[in-house]
């Protein structure tokens, strides 16, 4: 293959992969639109409704166990396979779903899938990408989520506009006209199929295949991916590091792991309590608390998941040429000026006129380039082979653990302590993670990962 096959085909490989992002943004964003539909069919009262919420993320969490458990028996290709399968089924069940209790079921399902997907896509994809392009391969995984993200904000849509007409086809008409909420899901599967179909192509992580003493087809795929020399190179230096750590537990946490999982963890959990989700989501409610008519929801959301989208890219095409710590450092201290502000807006009321919106753009546009993809790629690439899987588990459990935590308190908070407090809650936990990122966070940039161990055993 010459470079420029071998520079293809390792792009294929990783946008492939990193369409489990697109499944991800697209389960957690439809149900925006299908949960308003879904509480007038089902007559849902508060805690049916909050199963329809949690019931996903109770998914996500099982599927983050369920990948520590198979990813280093069944190999990384086989497990995004089944978590591409689980985004399917969820589909279809959730579209054709009898009950209530089928639906919950299905939502599960799909959770799934997105807790699956969240450790194995940008792990897969961190362990074939070469080294000075880790970061921006990384980063192909979040800009799919935004893409996710926007598609169910159109395909929602697009169900609302043909919701209004009545359909000849009576299976159609129930499905899209009748109780339209069945074709917002439906419209998940397209993107599954897409999913698995490009999957079928990939090769296996040769990471793993060392892992499991399988070192001739990890040669094989490395020499289609690396020039003869460096897929050489690169052998040696995985079958060396796998040597070096036989054992693949986590405990007794070693002092290489200890750093690495603390930053994981952090980084994890406070990429959550910087809002993201609040705002991505309740963006039209803090809109109407601060008196923009609510109309105009979709447009709102279009914007906001569009500049999300726009400014992933610019993490992909910096992160490894600025490295992690410039981003974060930039990215969160617009994130928290941002904030601030847009509490100062709430506290002295003054929300009305554009500010306000424009200080949510800023919020958005600093995310996208630093917390949302940095965090993912330093997860991703900061564990030794043994281990990495049970860790970026450990850490994607904390990630999804606060994902429900800002889920569950932060309608709470802005009711009883207001938008103001709320926002400036969200700037406290960005600054503690300015600081973190600062002083404890590693460079990881155009480090392999077979590296990272010298990185965090010798500080500089
Ligand atoms: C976060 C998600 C969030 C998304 C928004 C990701 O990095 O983990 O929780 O919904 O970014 O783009």
């Not at 705002?279 to 809109?287: A, D, E, Q, S, V």
Request: proline share 3%; hydrophobic share 50%.
């Amino acid at each position: 293959m010459s470079a420029t096959q071998q520079a293809s085909h390792i792009n294929y490989i990783c946008m492939a992969a990193a369409l489990g992002g697109l499944l991800f943004g697209f389960d957690t964003a439809v149900i925006s639109g299908a949960e308003n539909l879904l509480k007038i069919q089902f007559s849902l009262d508060a805690t049916m409704e909050g199963w329809l919420v949690s019931s996903g993320l109770l998914g996500c969490i099982i599927g983050v166990f369920t990948t520590g458990i198979i990813s280093d028996r069944i190999g990384r290709k086989k497990t995004i396979l089944i978590a591409g399968i689980m985004f399917f089924l969820s589909g279809v069940g959730c579209a054709f779903a009898p009950s209530f209790t089928i639906l919950i079921i299905s939502r599960m399902l799909g959770g799934v899938g997105v807790g699956m997907a969240s450790v194995v896509s940008p792990m897969y994809i961190a362990e074939f990408a070469p080294a000075s392009k880790r970061g921006q391969m990384i980063a192909y995984y979040q800009l799919a989520i935004t893409v996710g993200i926007l598609l169910a904000y159109f395909s929602n849509a697009f169900v609302v506009a043909v919701s209004k007409d009545q359909i000849s086809n009576g299976v159609l008409n129930w499905l899209f006209s009748e109780q339209s909420w069945r074709a917002m899901f439906l419209i998940m599967c397209a993107p599954s199929i897409l999913f698995l179909a490009a999957l079928f192509k990939l090769p296996e992580s040769p990471r793993w295949l060392v892992s499991v003493n399988r070192n001739d087809e990890a040669r094989n795929i490395l020499n289609t991916i690396r020039t003869p020399d460096d897929a050489g190179k690169e052998l040696n230096e995985i079958v060396n590091a796998r040597n070096k750590n036989e054992s693949s537990s986590l405990f007794p946490i070693s002092k290489a792991i200890r750093i690495p999982l603390l930053i994981g963890i952090v980084l994890a959990v406070l990429q959550q309590f910087s809002g993201i989700n609040a705002i991505i989501y309740y963006g039209p409610r803090i809109f109407e608390t601060a008196g923009i008519p609510s109309s105009n929801a979709l447009a709102f959301q279009v914007i906001i998941g569009a500049i999300n989208l726009i400014f992933t890219m610019v993490a992909i095409k910096y992160a490894d040429k600025y490295g992690r710590k410039s981003l974060l450092k930039y990215g969160l201290s617009g994130i928290i000026l941002s904030l601030l502000l847009c509490g100062v807006l709430f506290y002295t009321n003054n929300t009305q006129g554009y500010l306000l919106l424009v200080l949510i753009m800023v919020y958005i546009a600093c995310f996208a380039f630093s917390l949302g993809p940095v965090t993912w790629i330093i997860i991703n690439e900061i564990f030794p082979t043994n281990i990495r899987v049970k860790a970026v588990s450990l850490c994607t459990l904390a990630l999804w653990v606060a994902v429900w935590m800002v889920g569950q308190f932060f309608p709470w908070l802005l009711e009883k302590a207001g938008a103001a407090i709320t926002f400036w809650a969200f700037a406290v936990f960005s600054i503690f993670n300015l600081v973190f990122s600062l002083t404890v966070v590693k460079e990881t940039n155009g480090k392999t990962l077979e590296e990272m161990n010298e990185v965090f055993i010798s500080p500089h």
